[in-house]
């Protein structure tokens, strides 16, 4: 069960558990995944006949009656055993087309409640019963249905099974892609080792074992994926990769795959792209209030250039997909090119470029200029020809977003002036950039504040007044790293009259640099301390910013 805090405070209240005992737990809790409330069980300090009591009495919630309540088992299909496990609920019976009956040891979970609403699409009726009973009829009902499943799959295949995959492959790879995008994982690999199989989800830019799988479930493994993904199965020496879409809580998942054999077999990596990733709102973001509203006056420009820099996955086609989504798509025409395409956005043409076909970033945004577009997305500016045709789209009358490979804001206007781009187009077309990286987010559960040491004031520069700082610890929430999730550090580079004939006239970095800073560039560094101070992430994880951003600006 997860940590519900309604429910330690009902038994507080009614005097069945003490803070001490709470206070007990901790350390258990801290060293294993269980929360409070599982402690307090698996200790026996309260029963779970005590609680079933308390949520009726306390949160009016129906008690089951296995007289009473009848099961049925076309329920059964509203839910995967799965599901049922993790959420640790079981669906009853459906007294008719709107409503569903469901049996949860703690219904107090608002979260998970509208989760399993949105997965059964019914309005749910919820009993209370016991941990206990629950997992006794997941385990009696689902292994039941399971078998009536592979029956039923051998009956359509005609001969045993041999035509279609075994069901439980394809509940491993359905379970693999849901629980990867349940943890907010980016990426699933699935290697082979001489004396393991494993499966590891990277979740906030680190891999975490998930799995271990025995040669033959790998095998089965192998062979489901290239089928969804369209890749030749008899092929094991070649790297091949596919890409197919799967659905999650009602929302679509575009899932790309990359098979490279090895000698211990073939590895393979799942990127899954999920559109709530992508569909960030600009509040999410981490933009300052200053820094949205310097965005908000870049992206009124009629026509022009706005970058968004950065490495490899810091968020920048994110930022981009989200500034496209504050776009009216029915009074514009807004055309991207990408590669890949990582989410497919309502009533905006994507182009998929196809290095295979002659359809490059080049050719491509030379044919969508015929196309009569207003905003053209180039996915990234690899190379000068890339580079001068997005640049000349800007001077003619169009809006361009693109994304290129720099340590930031005024790195890019050098890479560009380096790719021979004429400096007179160059200062004309560009509007801004956006410069991003990602760091770690901390855990608001278990964070804590302490005063800064006079070291880190110093790397912090401050040295008249203390400040506190937040530090990770580590919690059941968080898997005990101390961080759930991550932020965007940003800087937001206005191109302003000054900056623009600065870029005329060929200036050096240095002195781009400090017109920016004197016409009111707020450095990332900046942008960092804000989220510092807020709480938002630690000092060690924003330290890699601040040694790198001072030795590339000395």
């Known amino acids: 069960m997860r940590e519900n805090m309604l429910v330690l405070e009902m038994l507080l209240k009614n005097q069945l558990i003490t803070r001490s005992d709470i206070m007990e737990c901790i350390p258990e809790v801290e060293r294993s995944e269980n929360s409070i409330l599982d402690v307090l069980l698996n200790n026996r300090i309260i029963s779970q006949e005590q609680l079933k009591q308390i949520l009726h009495h306390e949160g009016g919630f129906d008690i089951y009656d296995p007289q009473k309540d009848k099961m ?16 640790l609920v079981f669906p009853l019976n459906q007294p008719d087309e709107e409503k569903l009956v469901i049996l949860m040891a703690d219904p107090t979970h608002e979260e998970m409640v ?45 001969q045993k099974g041999e035509a279609s995959p075994e069901p439980s492959i394809i509940t491993l790879v359905n379970q693999l892609i849901e629980e990867g995008v349940s943890q907010g994982a980016s990426d699933i690999h699935i290697e082979a080792f001489p004396k393991k199989i494993q499966v590891r989800f990277r979740i906030d830019g680190i891999l975490r074992l998930a799995k271990l799988l025995d040669r033959r479930t790998f095998q089965g493994l192998v062979s489901r994926l290239k089928i969804l993904g369209g890749c030749d199965i008899a092929e094991h020496r070649l790297p091949q990769d596919g890409a197919f879409t799967t659905d999650y809580e009602g929302r679509q998942i575009d899932v790309r795959l990359s098979i490279m ?22 509040a999410d973001l981490g933009f300052s209030t200053e ?24 968020g920048k086609s994110t930022t981009l997909y989200s500034l496209l989504n504050g776009l009216d798509p029915q009074t514009q025409n807004i055309i991207t090119i990408e590669d890949p395409v990582e989410y497919q956005m309502a009533d ?7 290095e295979k076909t002659g359809l490059n ?13 207003n905003v053209i997305m180039v996915g990234e500016i690899r190379d000068e020809e890339t580079a001068e045709i997005a640049i000349r789209a800007a001077i003619t009358g169009h809006f361009v977003l693109s994304t290129i490979h720099t340590n930031n804001a005024i790195a890019s206007i050098t890479r560009l002036m380096d790719m021979k781009i004429p400096l007179y187009l160059l200062s004309t077309a560009l509007r801004g950039v956006i410069s991003q990286k990602l760091i770690k987010r901390l855990c608001p559960n278990c964070k804590r504040k302490a005063l800064a040491t006079e070291t880190e004031k110093r790397l912090l520069n401050i040295t008249n007044r203390d400040v506190d700082l937040f ?17 965007a550090v940003q800087e937001v580079l206005k191109i302003t009259r000054k900056i623009r004939e600065a870029i005329a006239k060929g ?37 890699e910013i601040l040694t790198f951003e001072n030795d590339w600006h000395h």
């Not at 004197?518 to 994880?541: A, M, V």
Request: positive net charge; charged residues 30%; proline residues 3%.
């Open 114 to 158: 509208r989760s399993l609403q949105r997965i059964s699409n019914k309005r749910l009726k919820i009993l209370v019963t016991e941990k206990d009973s629950i997992q006794e009829l997941i385990q009696k009902h689902y292994h039941d249905n399971s078998l009536e499943n592979e029956k039923a799959t051998e009956k359509k295949s005609g």
């Open 261 to 282: 054999p090895t000698i211990h077999g073939e590895k393979i990596v799942l990127r899954l792209l999920d559109e709530k990733k992508f569909f960030v709102s600009m």
């Open 291 to 314: 820094q949205k509203s310097l965005l908000a006056e870049i992206m009124e420009a009629p026509h022009g250039m706005l970058l968004a820099a950065g490495p490899t996955g810091s």
């Open 361 to 373: 970033f080049a050719t491509g945004l030379r044919a969508i200029l015929r196309q009569d577009p």
């Open 507 to 543: 200036a050096g970095y240095d002195e781009i640099r400090k017109i920016a800073l004197e016409e009111g560039l707020k450095p990332i560094e900046d942008s960092l301390k804000r989220h510092l101070f807020l709480g938002n992430t630690s000092l060690s994880e924003g330290l």
């Open 471 to 487: 530090y990770p610890v580590g919690c059941s929430l968080c898997h005990g790293t101390g961080y759930r999730g991550r932020i």
């Open 72 to 87: 049925d088992k076309k329920a059964l299909q509203f839910f995967s055993k799965e599901q049922a496990w993790e959420n």
């Open 348 to 354: 905006i043409n994507q182009i998929q470029v196809n």
